[in-house]
Each structure stands twice: as C-alpha cells, then as structure tokens.
C-alpha cells in the first residue's frame, strides 16, 4: 500500500505544476526530460554502470562460491564480511585508496587509468562488485548445498569432464538463485545514488543524481522532472527484471 | 595434512586481507592527523578527525538512525512473520502475485519511493519526523525479511508444531519452546538484513528527512571534502553494523 501510494505520488507530482494558489495537469516535466541531452547521457550511464557492475560481481560471485563450496563455515563467513558493510563505506574506502595521491598511488607509485570521479565510472563498478560479489557468492553457495556435491560426484563417476559437470550440475543448479541475486543488484544500482556522489564523476550524471539536481536547480519545476526522472529508473529496473527472468529461461522451459 | 591444507589457508589469508586491508586503512586514517603524498604512513597522529566528526551533528544523526533503524526492524518482522508463514507452508494457490507484489520495493529505486511517500506525508505531517522516516525505511526493509524469513516455514516446522499441539502446548508455549528455537537462523538473519538496509538507507531519508540528520546523510558531504572525518565518522557507521552482526551470529546458534 505504501509503495503503491509512493509510486501514485511520484507520477502525480511528475504531471502537477503549482501555479499560484492551485495546480495544473501537464506533461511539460516529461517533455522536458525526454529533450534534456543530460537526461539521455545519465540513461545510458546508469544502465551501464548497472550491466557492467552486476555481470562482473557475478561472475567474481561464481568463481568465489566454486573455489568455496567443499569449504567449511569460517572460509564462508570470511568471504562474507563484507556484505554488513554500508555501500557508503565502502565508498569512502575506494577514495582512500583509488583516489588521486591515495593509498594505491603512494604504494605502487601511479595507476594507470583514474579510478575514482572518472567519466567511465570505472570506481563505482569497482564499489559495488566488492560488496555485491560477497552477497551473490552467499546466494549461490547456499543453492550449491549438499545436493548438488553429491551430484557433482556422481556425474564425475559417470566421466563427465569439469566443463560439464559445470554446464549439466552446477549452472541449473545456480542459475534461479543467480538471476534473482542479479535482478536485487541491478535494481539497486539503478536507483542508489551515495556511491556514484562519492567515487563518481560530475558528469555524466547516474539518474539517481540527475533527479537529485533537478530539485537544486529549480524548486518547483525541478520536482516534477524529478519524479519523471525517478519514474524512469524504477521503469528500468523492472524492464532489466523482466529481460533477465526471460533470459535466464531454459530453452527446455525450466 | 599440510599439503591439503596450505590451499586452504592460502584462501583464507587471500579473503582476510581482502577485507581487512581496505577496512583498516579507515581506522589508520580516522587519527591521523597528517598524511600527506606520498607518505605510506601518516606524518601525525591525533583526535581532529574524531573531534571534528562528533562536534557536528554526528550525535544526533547517530541517535537517529539507531532509533529509526531498530523501530524498522521490529515493525518489519511482526508484519513479515504472517506473510512468510503463508507463502513458506505454500498456503496459496497462486503465490506469484502475492510474492511479487512483496518483491516489487527492491525494484524501485529508493530515492523514488521517498521522493513518492514525501507528497503524501507533507500532507499527514510526517516529513522531517522520525515516524515519517521510519515508514519510509519500511516499505524498502519489509521485503528483505519476509524473502528471508519465509525460507524458515514449511512442512518440518508445521509438523513440530502439530506435535506440540497434539502434547497439549497452548498457542504461546508453541511459539516459545517449538516455533522460535526452529526459525532461530532465519529469524536471526532477517534482524540482521533488516537493520543494516535501514541503517544504510540514504535515498528514502533524503527525501522524506527534510533536513533531519540520519548518519549516512552527514556523512557523505565529508567524503570529498575532509577525508579525516569521513573515515571517523565512517567508523562510527560501521560499529552498529558490526554488533548487529555478532548479535545475530550468537542469536542463530543459542536459545533464543
């Protein structure tokens, strides 16, 4: 109901102008939106960073939870400790150690491409595939379970090679968790704007960012073309959700 | 013995530096003082960072994402519980909707949500409120818990419970001795997902906040303007974190 009435309130807010003592009904804010260069710009870098962010902590995901997965609790639990760590925090890590004249600079005496408030948001990606990658691992050896060894093992009795116990046992055993685990990052990255203010460039801007400028600018049309804004990232999320549900698909229809 | 087991520290020493390197740089650089390029160590240490970070509105901003926080939790639970009991014994016929009805607050990004509940609570009285907050954290928290929680239901847990039933347990000695020390992992997992998301939330306390300090909030202004105090600070950020971890940890493994 909450959420309901938040999305209700977004798309009023998105189509309302307060002129005077009353309101008007128009559509000059998506008009606005959909003509702004940066719009388009903060689109594409959002949905980039969001792919590049979520198939890279992915795939860190599935090589953690296979390196791990004949392991006991405390190798598990130590693979796992950044995932109670705040985004934030991990943000202001990342510049202290990728910034400019950070930690990384002094160690190893210059980097070779600009880490932090870079315009490729190569920082950013890097923040949040060190905290996601943890959770995704979590997600994974949690569906790898018992099972799915004892599986393993009996495919490797019958001769099956590593490539295909991973492509017969393991991916069909994963992949629901996985494309969930990925849908809940994507979704996040799309709409989480503290690290890209952080370790993130000035321009192009995340759309979280962008809604965020356009009340600074203007009060009160900059709430309309904020709420469209804000629309527009939670219509990307669910259109991602939906392209990688279809996606993860078996052709078979599991 | 030390052929099987040198891959195996090797990985945990590989895990603990990955976490522990990046973390401790925060707490060296919390008191130092001084640490100018290209200096690998600080050239002074001293308390400017942690007396700069408490002397503003961290205090405050800590109170209140504790209280919000912990206020979240609570309420996310007692609404989650009859939830994943329904869908965790598969008492519905079509789920689907149901679920993703649940699941649609991780889609949307908070920001939006906040941004969305702020017209409506302008109207109620309830931006720049704590109440107002912590409705705002709910609707993003709410689904965590339940996804969480309702892995804890299902047939083993009705069984034990029809058991009790069948000894004579009234309804609160069921919960108590049979239904609680059976979801303990679960329920302790959900606590602590549900804190640490409402902890961190920053979209939905922007927007609904109305100035009222919640920690992340006055920390991140500090990221690129005074590094010293945004690790402070930041250590500040991580200590209800961390205990909430080990409280779960000891939660899951004895009686509740």
């Known amino acids: 109901m909450l959420l309901g009435g938040a999305l209700a309130g977004a798309l009023r807010t998105s189509v309302t102008r307060v002129e005077g003592d009353g309101e008007t009904v128009t559509l000059a804010a998506w008009r606005m939106l959909l003509r702004d260069p940066a719009f388009a710009d903060a689109v594409l870098f959002t949905v980039r960073i969001a792919v590049l962010a979520t198939a890279f902590s992915a795939a860190a995901a599935l090589v953690v939870a296979l390196t791990l997965r004949r392991r006991g609790t405390p190798l598990r639990a130590l693979a796992a400790l950044p995932v109670p760590v705040p985004h934030l925090l991990v943000a202001v890590v990342a510049v202290l150690w990728l910034a400019p004249g950070g930690l990384a600079e002094r160690l190893l005496g210059a980097l070779p491409v600009d880490l932090v408030r870079d315009r490729a948001g190569v920082g950013i990606v890097l923040v949040y595939v060190y905290k996601e990658a943890p959770f995704l691992a979590l997600l994974l050896l949690a569906a790898m379970g018992r099972g799915m060894l004892e599986r393993e093992e009996a495919a490797a009795v019958l001769g099956a090679t590593w490539w295909q116990r991973l492509r017969w046992v393991v991916w069909p055993t994963v992949r629901g968790p996985l494309v969930v685990g990925c849908i809940v990052v994507a979704a996040f990255v799309l709409g989480a704007f503290e690290v890209p203010l952080a370790v993130g460039p000035n321009a192009p801007l995340t759309l979280a960012e962008y809604a965020q400028q356009a009340t600074q600018n203007d009060l009160l049309a900059g709430e309309s073309l904020q709420a469209a804004a804000l629309l527009v990232a939670a219509a990307a999320s669910i259109v991602l959700a939906v392209a990688a549900v279809r996606l993860a698909k078996d052709p078979q229809g599991d | 013995m030390t052929e099987r087991s040198s891959p195996r520290r090797l990985v945990a020493a590989a895990l603990a530096a990955a976490f522990a390197l990046p973390i401790g740089v925060l707490v060296v650089r919390a008191f130092a003082d001084a640490w100018r390029a290209p200096a690998v160590i600080p050239q002074r240490w001293g308390l400017r960072g942690l007396r700069e970070a408490l002397s503003g509105m961290a205090l405050d901003a800590f109170a209140n994402s504790l209280i919000v926080a912990i206020v979240v939790t609570v309420a996310a639970v ?162 209800p974190a961390v205990a909430a971890l080990v409280l779960a940890a000891r939660a899951a493994r004895s009686p509740l």
């Open chain 2, 78 to 239: 007692a609404l989650a519980w009859p939830a994943a009991r329904v869908l965790g014994e598969r008492r519905l016929r079509h789920p689907a909707l149901p679920f993703l009805v649940l699941a649609l607050p991780l889609l949307v990004p908070s920001y939006a949500t906040g941004a969305g509940l702020t017209q409506w609570f302008l109207r109620l009285g309830l931006v720049d409120a704590l109440p107002g907050l912590a409705l705002a954290h709910l609707v993003i928290v709410l689904p965590y818990v339940t996804v969480v929680l309702l892995s804890a239901f299902g047939p083993p847990v009705t069984a034990l419970e029809e058991m009790a039933c069948s000894q004579g347990l009234t309804a609160l000695q069921r919960l108590r001795w049979v239904t609680l020390p059976a979801v303990r992992p679960s329920l302790a997992a959900a606590v602590l997902l549900g804190f640490l998301v409402s902890w961190s939330e920053y979209g939905s306390s922007l927007a609904v906040g109305g100035g009222r300090p919640m920690l992340p909030l006055v920390l991140l202004p500090f990221v690129r303007s005074d590094p010293q105090v945004a690790s402070a600070l930041s250590l500040l950020f991580l200590a």
